[in-house]
Structures are given as structure tokens and as C-alpha cells.
């Protein structure tokens, strides 16, 4: 779970400094052991050049008599001791050490970080080659990837029988070794990965030419051996009867992708509100009437008009980001959402993020920040949500949803006042690189993390029924680590400040 969150990742920062002091101590200990031992043999070296020069002179004189024998007894000792004195036992010990007091990440966290990889390719249609350049969108940001780097890739999708993108990493990863002079990893395993994840995606003739390949660097490995003939078989089935589809694994992880790609235009701001909507939209100061909001009022700017969606700028300082962030990163929590298909594997997916719940007594800026929310929206804070903090990390993401409960849901509120989330006051609390936009999928828009600014909407048209209209996600996060806060107001106690009706009442503000 340390992948989710820059901020844990800093700890892995700290944990490979100690490694590399830890190996460093290893090697120079090592090293100098090397050097006796490389003395001694020189020493030896000299002597017997000496003597074979003129061995009966060299032996008949007692003090090379002497040498020669010392050299072969005590001098032989002390090498000896030196190559079989285990001083690796002693850093083994420091290394059990480490893994005890150190963060390490597990494997888990591996397949995570991968998946993150993969996930944010499908939807920022990142090519495989210009990542493993270490690249993204043409801006070089880390290292190159070696063919073993792609391979694991491979791997890690494989377990996660993710087809799709074995196959493309091990391409890449055959690729790179094409290239490499010091082979990072063993060609036939690329090829089996490829051959299966081939077969698996419905090629089997190319799956066979592959295991093929193997075949000719290995001739007796032993489940290319076993793959060609069930590949050939399957061959042979298909041209006597029309092959059924393939297992259904496939058919999911390609919907998913679908899902992705259906939402990627926005998340790549390839999606514009169109001239005619955007020339609708204004900028203004607002007071709401309220006599302390006349000398600073607040700077709102509309991002979409049916349903408002309104942006409030600067309404957080950066003092009050910085104590939220610290208060909700000593209690982060991976990040669950309530999940109503019951498939708890999926649940824990589609949102990948830490998240913290700060009360108003916690600290007077998180009171200050909640007030302001009282001030922005005209809704009263007494039957509102703690304030909700989340900090996604590379590849964390929202996918599509509401933020009110629907008919027969079970709502996961947190402290929640009676009634329904009536309105959502979404706060960035950073600025995010590459990524990382809030999108409404069915209004085409798509806002961009700003710094100390916030989104407000309303979830419930004023009849209390759901507005479907407001769905949205969190776009994965490309580049950057993305803070924001949600405060989620509910219906109870607004009566008299958001009037029900049938219609919904776009909210009334005193410019
Ligand atoms: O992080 C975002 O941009 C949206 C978050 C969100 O929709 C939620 O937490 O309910
Ligand atoms: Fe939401």
C-alpha cells in the first residue's frame, strides 16, 4: 500500500539511501579483503620467479628454505582464514536488521505501482516505447528501462491476467534486449510470456511462431515443448470447427479498457465545452450579502452553467493546506468506497488514494476553512460531513460516481446528518503536473487542479431527487502528487436556505 501516495514514497527514499551505505560498507569491506589476499599472491608471485630463475641456488640458501615453507604454512593460514572468514555474515545480520526497521515495500505494492503504469497508458495513450524512454507526453522524467524493467511489467500484468499489456511489455522488453550489451534478462522467458499472453488474446499461429522461437535457442525446453503441442492442437480444432470465443477474462479486461477509453479524451483535456456554452460563462465577486464578504469578497468563476458547477478561487491559504495535509497524513487509511456490485477485489480499485476524515475541533484552520464553506455556499455546516482529505499518489484515481446516495444504497457517510449530500465544496490543495482533472463525463467538462481553489456544486436538484447529471471522477494522476478535500453538505437544516421545489433554483448570488 506505499505506492498509492507520494508522501509514502519518500520513506522508500530513505529506506534505498541506508541500502546503498549498508552495501557500500559491504563492498569496501570486501574490497579490502581482496587486497591482502591479492599481496599475499603477489608476494608468492615474486618469490617463485625468484626461484625458478635458479631453483638449486634459491633452495640452498636457509633464509628462502625458510621463506618457502613460512609462506606455506602460516602466510597460506592467514589467506586461507582471510577467503573463508565469512564477513558476509555479519552484513547478512545488518541486512535482517534493516528489513525489520526500514519500510520495504512488498509485492503487492510492486503490482500496484505497475498496474498504476498500466492504467495511466490506456488512458493518457502512453506508447510503450516513448515510457520505457522515460518519457511522458514528450517531457523525459526518469531513467530508461532496461529490458528486465519491461519484463517485470509484463510480468506483474500477467498476474494480474492482464493479457493485454503482457503482451505489449514483453515486446518492448524483446525490444530492449535487442539492444542491450549486458543482457538483463534471458530471451526465451520474454518469449514465453509473449506466446501465452499471444494465445491468450486469440492469436494462436503467432503464439506457436513464438514458442517456435524458443524451440530454436533452447531445443529441449521442456514447456515450449508441451506449449507447441497444445498450440498446434488448438490449431488443428480450429480448422476443423470455428472457434468459440475466447475465455472471458479477455472480454473483462478489454471492457475495462473501453471504460477507460471513454472517459480518456476529457481526462486529456481533448474534450472542449463548445464556443457557445463557454461564451455563457462568467467570472464575478461574491458577497452572498454577507457584510464581512463586501471588503474581500470571493472570486467565483462558473465552469459549467446546467448544473452550476462554480470554482472558487484562492479560498484556502497555504497555511491552512499545509496543516491539513500534515493532520490527515498522520492518519492515513488506503483509501475504500462503499462498492454496490459486491466485488470486493474491484472495490478496493476504483479509487486509489489515502484519505484522512479531520473534525472542526481538530485544529482552528480546519474550523476557519469549514466556516468559509458556511460563507461560499449559504448552506449551514451543522449537518455536514467531517472534512474528507485525499492524497492520490501516481495512477490514483475516482472512477465515475455519485456523490448522493441513490434509492436503496446504503450510504457510508461519514457523521452524517440526516438526509442526502445535497452539495459537494471540493478544495485543491495542490496544483497537479500532468493529470489528475475532476471530469463530468456527461457535461463535457473537466476541471484542472488549482491550488487553493474549490468546486461546488449541488448533487440534489431541490425536489431532494439526484441530479444525474453530476456524475464524475478523478482522472489518474500522470505526473505530481494531488491533495484535495471534499466537504459534503447534506439536505438536513437547509430549509430555509436552499427553498425545495420542483424545479431546481440556480443559487442566487449578490454580485
Ligand atoms: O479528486 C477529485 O477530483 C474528485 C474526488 C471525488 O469526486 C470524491 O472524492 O468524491
Ligand atoms: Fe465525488
Redesign the pocket.
Known amino acids: 500500500e506505499l505506492y498509492t501516495a507520494v508522501a509514502e514514497l519518500e520513506g522508500l527514499l530513505h529506506t534505498e539511501q541506508v541500502v546503498i551505505t549498508t552495501l557500500g560498507n559491504y563492498i569496501y569491506a570486501q574490497e579490502q579483503k581482496m587486497l591482502l589476499v591479492k599481496r599475499y599472491v603477489e608476494a608468492y608471485v615474486d618469490q617463485y620467479k625468484k626461484a625458478s630463475k635458479d631453483i638449486q641456488t634459491y633452495l640452498q640458501n636457509p633464509i628462502n628454505a625458510y621463506l618457502l615453507v613460512k609462506r606455506l604454512t602460516t602466510d597460506w593460514d592467514v589467506v586461507q582464514d582471510l577467503i573463508t572468514e565469512n564477513t558476509a555474515e555479519e552484513f547478512i545480520a545488518d541486512f535482517d536488521n534493516l528489513k525489520s526497521s526500514l519500510k520495504f515495500p512488498s509485492n503487492e505494492d510492486l503490482n500496484g505501482a505497475a498496474m498504476a503504469l498500466t492504467r495511466l497508458q490506456d488512458i493518457y495513450r502512453l506508447d510503450a516505447s516513448s515510457l520505457a524512454n522515460g518519457e511522458i507526453n514528450g517531457v523525459k522524467y526518469a531513467t530508461e528501462l532496461t529490458a528486465a524493467d519491461c519484463f517485470e511489467l509484463g510480468r506483474q500484468s500477467y498476474t494480474n491476467a492482464d493479457h493485454y499489456h503482457t503482451q505489449l511489455w514483453m515486446m518492448e522488453a524483446d525490444k530492449r534486449l535487442k539492444r542491450e550489451i549486458h543482457q538483463t534478462v534471458e530471451r526465451s522467458e520474454i518469449l514465453e510470456y509473449l506466446a501465452f499472453s499471444t494465445f491468450k488474446l486469440g492469436d494462436v499461429g503467432l503464439a506457436l511462431t513464438l514458442t517456435n522461437k524458443i524451440l530454436e535457442l533452447i531445443p529441449t525446453h521442456e514447456r515450449a515443448l508441451r506449449s507447441k503441442v497444445y498450440y498446434e492442437d488448438e490449431i488443428a480444432k480450429i480448422n476443423s470447427v470455428q472457434r468459440k470465443g475466447e475465455d472471458e477474462s479477455i472480454g473483462t479486461i478489454q471492457n475495462n479498457i473501453e471504460a477507460r477509453l471513454l472517459y480518456g479524451p476529457l481526462c486529456r483535456g481533448e474534450i472542449r465545452l463548445s464556443d457557445e456554452i463557454l461564451a455563457q460563462l462568467k467570472c464575478r465577486y461574491v458577497d452572498n450579502g454577507n457584510p464581512f464578504l463586501k471588503i474581500a469578497p470571493f472570486k467565483v468563476e462558473e465552469a459549467y452553467l446546467d448544473p452550476q458547477i462554480l470554482i472558487f478561487h484562492d479560498v484556502m491559504a497555504d497555511h491552512e493546506i499545509a496543516t491539513i495535509k500534515a493532520l490527515a497524513q498522520s492518519r492515513f487509511q488506503r483509501a475504500t468506497?462503499q462498492n454496490l456490485n459486491t466485488d470486493t477485489m474491484v472495490a478496493i480499485q476504483h479509487?486509489i488514494?489515502k484519505v484522512a476524515w479531520l473534525t472542526n475541533t481538530e485544529h482552528k484552520h480546519v474550523k476557519d476553512v469549514v466556516h468559509r464553506v458556511e460563507d461560499m455556499t449559504g448552506l449551514t455546516m451543522e449537518t455536514a460531513e467531517d472534512l474528507?482529505v485525499?492524497n492520490?499518489g501516481i495512477g490514483g484515481?475516482?472512477d465515475p460516481?455519485y456523490?448522493f446516495a441513490r434509492k436503496g444504497e446504503k450510504n457510508g457517510f461519514k457523521n452524517l446528518g440526516i438526509g442526502n449530500r445535497i452539495a459537494?465544496v471540493?478544495f485543491?490543495m495542490s496544483d497537479v503536473p500532468q493529470g489528475?482533472?475532476?471530469?463530468f463525463p456527461y457535461l463535457d467538462v473537466a476541471?484542472w487542479?488549482k491550488k487553493g481553489a474549490a468546486?461546488f456544486w449541488y448533487n440534489l436538484h431541490s425536489s431532494g431527487e439526484g441530479d444525474k447529471h453530476t456524475r464524475?471522477?478523478?482522472?489518474p494522476v500522470l505526473v505530481g502528487s494531488?491533495w484535495?478535500s471534499?466537504k459534503?453538505i447534506h439536505e438536513d437544516g437547509q430549509q430555509f436556505r436552499r427553498p425545495c421545489g420542483l424545479k431546481r433554483p440556480s443559487p442566487e448570488y449578490t454580485a
Open positions: 468506497v479509487r488514494g474528507q485525499v492520490y484515481y475516482n460516481h456523490d459537494t471540493l485543491y489528475g482533472a475532476t471530469i476541471l487542479p468546486a464524475h471522477a478523478a482522472c494531488k484535495v471534499n459534503w
